[in-house]
């Protein structure tokens, strides 16, 4: 039996016995249990944030766009 076959037939043994084993059970009960507390929270997702986050920089290049046309209407109104 050569090296790679060996390695495969551990893998696939110790794969086995995980699937078997109380540990998959746990690995399920714990995925379910974070799934409901994440569900309970008021979290956005990746996408929502980074649309929310798009916005945010387009308002702000405009009130820094209006807050130079103000800064020049006043230095207008004091030149006049």
Known sequence: MDANNFLNDMQAKIHQAFENSPAKDIEKNVKAMMTQGFAKLDLVTREEFDIQAQVL???????EALEARVAALEAQLKDE
Request: glycine content about 0%.
């Open 57 to 63: 920089a387009k308002t702000r290049a405009k009130l």
